[in-house]
């Protein structure tokens, strides 16, 4: 399949195993090991309590739409995905939010609402990189 | 104990200017844009530019390069660069710096070729944008924006009639001022039937793009009244900062650097949130004022369009708001934050004709950084 969206670059360090999560399709989020703190995005220390002392847990890919967008042109000339399409930001049921896409839907304010329930769909890239877009829960 | 208050009406901005030219300038490169507003602020000032010594810009180019190109050796530089909101953020550096007596003569300078890119060079870390935003389509500011406007619509019920109430009431002050960019007349109508750029955005909701330079010259108030024009004194002044990818900002509607920055700047000047006659706010789009207004305490949460549709905002209303037709319909280099300054001095010292604020004592500057990113406060008035 050809490539329709600009892959992550730079891939850095201390997000390994977020993208090393998503090659097997699972979510994985940043934790803290002393405060319990579920936090996006990967960094070296919790922004919460800022320890230095940070896990992983492999969140369960739900969550809602917190806010979303619909895009009338391309604003990066790798991302080709057909116009409209839905830009997102999705709060996660552990709490964090994130950017993505909202798929599966029409593109259309009218029939979007914030707060609907939405859930993880992997989508591949190449063997490196896996995304994490949302679509409408239970679909 | 340091009081914030010792810093209130110890410095005023005694120059104010823009480039020579405004607009689309790909025969202009950004050190021009920045050394013509600069020398015609300091002219303005009835100052020579050998009389400046503190430097403070922000964005495409440090202190260092525009002492340079003005041919100065200042001993004083600041490059704190937060976004747009730099420029205010860098009045309160320059009172602090001028109290202090680190410069006598502080020149804030912005020249930036947002529309003819004309040397203009990306110089930041890629590596939040570039590996949690980029692959899903977000990039520019409308890409971020509209996820805090649609928020607000949801949380509290705004509708785009009154976003775009915000374009129309600005159009109003852009007829009104020669240098406006853009001044035909603009109904909600145009505003929701122009080219959609991204939900819940029109093109008439975003800002301009344009080349243009602007410079404000600050010197201590004891100094100032002997200059060539009515001081504006800086009674409050504050800044802050919450968060620079919107994923981490705590509440989409509400800005909490914009609350810090205009706490700080009101306890400082001994003011409240209802003591302006006229309010300069930062508009890359529409529905940025009116939360501004709200993360300020002027309106409540939710209600600060109502300033707007109720034509308090316009020509002839009870609170102008952005009365040199803002980002909007005036100019928006991309940093926009120096233009604000400069139409506020030119209020308090009555020289806007037409677009005139009469009776004019006290005005309110406030911008953003970012998505409401950092922000910055100013409490400026035309008596100590």
């Given amino acids: ?40 995005y990967p960094r070296v220390a919790c922004p919460k309590c800022h320890a230095r002392d940070i896990g ?48 599966n839907v029409e593109p259309d304010p009218k ?9 993880v769909v992997f989508q591949k890239l190449t063997d490196e990189v896996t995304l994490p877009l949302f679509q409408p829960a239970g679909r | 104990m340091p009081n914030l208050r010792d810093l209130s009406s110890v410095a005023c901005i005694v120059g104010v200017d823009e480039s020579d030219e405004m607009g ?26 050998s009389d400046v010594d503190g430097i403070f810009t922000a964005g495409q180019h440090s202190p260092a390069t525009i002492g340079e190109a003005l041919g100065i050796t200042p001993r004083y530089v600041d490059g704190t660069t937060v976004g747009g909101c730099s420029f205010i953020i860098m009045v309160g550096h320059a009172v602090a710096a001028l109290h202090h007596g680190l410069c006598d003569v502080a ?10 890119q004309v040397g203009v060079s990306p110089r930041r870390d890629t590596a939040i944008p570039g590996q949690y935003e980029a692959p899903y389509g977000f990039g520019p500011a409308p890409t971020m924006f509209g996820l805090i406007t649609t928020r607000h619509m949801h949380q509290y019920g705004t509708t785009l009639e009154q976003w775009a109430q915000v374009a129309v009431s600005t159009r109003k002050w852009a007829a009104l001022n020669p ?19 991204v939900w819940p955005f029109t093109v008439l909701n975003i800002c301009l793009v344009t080349d243009a330079g ?54 400082m000047a001994g003011v409240g949130p209802s003591d302006f006659q006229h309010i300069m706010l930062y508009d890359a789009f529409t529905s940025g004022p009116p939360i501004m207004l709200e993360s300020l305490g002027i309106a409540k949460r939710g209600e600060g369009v109502r300033f707007f549709e109720e034509g308090r905002s316009t020509p002839g209303g009870s609170l102008p708001i952005n009365t040199n037709g803002g980002g ?16 506020a001095a030119r209020q308090l010292r009555g020289e806007c004709g037409a677009r005139q604020v009469p009776n004019l004592r006290t005005s309110l500057v406030n911008g953003m950084g970012g998505m409401l990113s950092a922000a910055g406060t100013l409490v400026l008035s035309n008596e100590r």
């Avoid at chain 1, 790798?78 to 996660?92: D, G, H, I, S, T």
């Avoid at chain 1, 979007?112 to 939405?118: A, H, N, R």
């Avoid at chain 2, 319909?329 to 139409?343: K, L, Q, R, V």
Wanted: proline share 7%; aromatic share 6%; charged share 25%.
């Fill in chain 1, 1 to 40: 399949m050809e490539i329709d969206r600009p892959l992550p670059n730079p891939m850095t360090p201390e997000a390994k195993p977020y993208w090393d999560g998503l090659r097997e399709q699972k979510l994985m989020l940043p934790r803290c090991n002393a405060c319990g703190h579920v936090f996006w």
């Fill in chain 1, 56 to 103: 992983w847990v492999q969140s369960k890919g739900r969550g809602t739409l917190h806010s979303f967008e619909i895009g009338h042109q391309s604003f990066n000339k790798a991302f080709k995905v057909p116009v409209p399409y839905v830009l997102a930001m999705v709060e996660l049921a552990e709490g964090p939010r994130m950017l993505s896409n909202l798929i």
């Fill in chain 1, 111 to 119: 029939k979007l609402k914030c707060d609907i329930p939405v859930e």
């Fill in chain 2, 24 to 49: 689309t300038l790909p025969h202009k490169s950004q050190l021009s844009l920045h050394v013509e507003a600069v020398t015609n602020a300091v002219r303005d000032a009835g100052l020579k530019m």
């Fill in chain 2, 107 to 116: 020149v804030i300078s912005h020249g930036e070729s947002g529309r003819s």
């Fill in chain 2, 179 to 197: 240098k406006a960019l853009r001044r035909e007349p603009i109904t909600v109508d145009d505003v929701l039937k122009a080219r959609p750029v």
């Fill in chain 2, 214 to 267: 602007g410079a404000v010259v600050l010197t201590r108030a004891d100094r100032a009244r002997d200059l060539a024009k009515k001081p504006v004194y800086v009674r409050g002044l504050g800044e802050g900062t919450e968060h620079v990818s919107l994923t981490q900002m705590k509440d989409l509607t509400f800005s909490e650097a914009t609350r810090i920055s205009g706490d700080k700047a009101f306890r």
């Fill in chain 2, 328 to 343: 909007l319909s005036y100019t928006h280099t991309g940093m926009y934050g120096i233009f604000p300054i400069i139409e």
